[in-house]
């Protein structure tokens, strides 16, 4: 079983200022991470698939940023909206592996 | 395409009784899974399966059982229920474990057991 950190677990952000959190995992045998956006009384949603150390994606005002050797991501989200609430997962997947682990999640609310 | 489809969306049982969760794919996924929701834990693995006939326990399988008969179909049952399986459940689906969209999740099972 992977052990993988989320932090912080939850944090409040007000409308219009910047955030980022971080997910950590084993960094031997690597093969993909994941992150989802979870709002509250709906289903988990892709955000990202990383596969290469350095890796950037970005969706609108999300971004994040893979480190392979070092076994961490960032999540940032930029201009926070209301709409941004919800709980951020992640999830490695190891190179011998067929299923991901979640992380406890980053629960974000965003203030008016 | 429907996607991952549930049923049912809600359910209470009593202690001791049984059930199948339904999910059912249209997307040709040969991946599927099923995690329940701990709070404060996120998604907890209870089984999956590589394709039909192929299933793998998970995290937590203890009180489940899955069959894979068919792609499509991945239905979780619980045998003897007990209030520790009170949990909102989700089966997922991927093409493969290099599927770069991520996994597709369904609407979730609110499982209350009494």
């Given at each position: 079983?992977?052990?993988?950190?989320?932090?912080?677990?939850?944090?409040?952000?007000?409308?219009?200022?910047?955030?980022?959190?971080?997910?950590?995992?084993?960094?031997?045998?690597?093969?993909?991470?994941?992150?989802?956006?979870?709002?509250?009384?709906?289903?988990?949603?892709?955000?990202?698939?990383?596969?290469?150390?350095?890796?950037?994606?970005?969706?609108?005002?999300?971004?994040?940023?893979?480190?392979?050797?070092?076994?961490?991501?960032?999540?940032?989200?930029?201009?926070?909206?209301?709409?941004?609430?919800?709980?951020?997962?992640?999830?490695?997947?190891?190179?011998?592996?067929?299923?991901?682990?979640?992380?406890?999640?980053?629960?974000?609310?965003?203030?008016? | 395409?429907?996607?991952?489809?549930?049923?049912?969306?809600?359910?209470?049982?009593?202690?001791?009784?049984?059930?199948?969760?339904?999910?059912?794919?249209?997307?040709?996924?040969n991946?599927?899974?099923?995690?329940?929701?701990?709070?404060?834990?996120?998604?907890?693995?209870?089984?999956?399966s590589?394709g039909a006939g192929i299933?793998?326990?998970?995290?937590?399988?203890?009180?489940?059982?899955?069959?894979r008969s068919t792609t499509?179909?991945?239905?979780?049952?619980?045998?003897?229920?007990?209030?520790?399986?009170?949990?909102?459940?989700?089966?997922?689906?991927?093409?493969?474990?290099?599927?770069?969209?991520?996994?597709?999740?369904?609407?979730?099972?609110?499982?209350?057991?009494?």
């Amino acid at each position: 079983i992977l052990n993988v950190e989320q932090s912080p677990q939850s944090l409040h952000v007000q409308e219009g200022d910047s955030t980022n959190f971080t997910c950590s995992f084993p960094s031997s045998n690597f093969y993909a991470l994941h992150w989802y956006r979870w709002e509250t009384a709906k289903s988990p949603e892709a955000l990202f698939v990383m596969t290469l150390n350095g890796d950037e994606k970005k969706k609108g005002r999300i971004s994040a940023t893979l480190n392979t050797k070092e076994g961490y991501s960032y999540l940032y989200i930029k201009g926070s909206q209301p709409e941004d609430s919800a709980t951020y997962l992640c999830a490695p997947i190891r190179a011998a592996g067929n299923k991901l682990t979640f992380g406890g999640g980053t629960r974000v609310l965003v203030k008016p | 395409n429907a996607g991952v489809t549930q049923t049912p969306k809600f359910r209470i049982l009593k202690i001791g009784q049984s059930m199948t969760l339904q999910c059912a794919q249209d997307m040709n996924h040969n991946y599927m899974y099923w995690y329940r929701q701990d709070p404060g834990m996120g998604l907890k693995l209870i089984y999956y399966s590589v394709g039909a006939g192929i299933t793998d326990k998970g995290e937590v399988p203890n009180g489940y059982n899955v069959s894979r008969s068919t792609t499509e179909d991945f239905p979780l049952r619980l045998e003897l229920a007990a209030p520790s399986q009170t949990s909102v459940y989700f089966c997922a689906s991927s093409y493969s474990r290099d599927w770069t969209e991520g996994y597709t999740f369904g609407s979730g099972t609110r499982l209350t057991v009494v």
